[in-house]
């Protein structure tokens, strides 16, 4: 079988370039895999998609870190896609459009969308055909479903590796210390030094701090009576952090100088840091073993898939990178 895909996939190959040969050149093939062909305009297209979406999600060095890693992995990748949808191809009793309904219908729940019409109308605003959304959509399915009958459903997870794993990873089922604060936050300006003393004098008073914050701060807190939020250790500021740290429930750190203003912050309630029980992360734990296993398992089946395929890579560099 194996010789027999060989040769159509020559014979492919022969055909497409003799046609091209005799035409003006219209496509390139940049990877055969068994009877398919992965094409530059392809490769070249699914690049961008990816790109954008790089480019609207992240920067700096984690944009670099994730556009190399796509410029060394989407050939790679296209090739995966295209041998689980053979797979998918194989398996007759695969019907994805219960799934593909109701994954539209949540989509549509989820965004307030009334009708089908209102649905394909705003694709269309983004850019995107109803027809080819509806095929991505479907492929996506198929190919999931290969993974779960070919590498999910063989996969069992104990209860002795749950209890194993909390045993000897303490620090990830450890709750840092959580801060519920109140802030007064004013800007730098000629009079401020007037207005801090102010605050503090009233502070001492008595006065609520809320109502204060509501009278006096500049920033969001204000229409909040002071509400800044809770905050787990190293989540704030570290100046502000430092100071939080030194507070026992109740008190007030003396005026911070941050940015362009001062804070001044209460410490309202403060978690102390603590180990999860076991009951509390079991389904955290269980969820972590089975992907790990799930990672390796699929990695095995994708290499076994790949050996009894016929693969070949025409233009390992589609773009010239």
Request: cysteine-free.
């Amino acid at each position: 079988m194996k010789t027999l895909r060989l040769g159509l996939s020559f014979l492919l190959l022969f055909f497409t370039v003799a046609f091209l040969y005799d035409q003006e050149v219209v496509e390139e093939i940049v990877a055969i895999v068994n009877d398919d062909i992965i094409t530059l305009s392809e490769y070249r297209a699914e690049f961008q998609a990816n790109y954008q979406a790089l480019r609207a999600q992240l920067q700096g060095e984690e944009f670099d870190r994730q556009y190399d890693f796509l410029k060394k992995n989407l050939l790679n990748q296209m090739i995966t896609d295209v041998l689980l949808m053979q797979e998918a191809k194989k398996m007759e009793d695969f019907n994805v459009e219960e799934q593909m309904k109701i994954y539209v219908d949540n989509l549509k729940k989820e965004n307030n969308i009334e009708s089908d019409e209102e649905f394909i109308r705003i694709l269309r605003q983004q850019g995107m055909d109803y027809d080819e959304w509806r095929k991505m959509l479907r492929n996506n399915l198929l190919k999931e479903a290969v993974i779960v009958s070919q590498v999910h459903r063989s996969i069992v997870v104990d209860e002795s590796e749950i209890v194993n794993y909390h045993k000897s990873h303490p620090e990830e089922f450890t709750e840092p210390p959580e801060y519920t604060l109140k802030a007064i936050y004013i800007s730098s300006d000629n009079e401020v030094e007037a207005v801090k003393r102010e605050i503090v004098e009233k502070i001492a008073a008595g006065e609520d701090f809320g109502s204060l914050a509501s009278q006096y701060s500049t920033g969001p807190e204000k229409d909040a009576d002071g509400d800044l939020g809770s905050f787990k250790q190293g989540e704030l500021a570290k100046d502000l952090e430092e100071a939080v740290e030194k507070l026992k429930v109740g008190e007030i750190t003396p005026w911070i100088q941050f940015r362009d203003g001062w804070y001044l912050l209460k410490l309202v309630e403060k978690k102390e840091s603590r180990l999860q029980e076991f009951e509390e992360a079991r389904r955290q734990i269980e969820q972590r073993l089975f992907n790990q296993k799930a990672q390796k398992r699929f990695e095995e089946f994708m290499k076994e898939l790949r050996a009894k395929s016929y693969i070949k890579i025409l233009k390992p560099n589609p773009l010239g990178f």
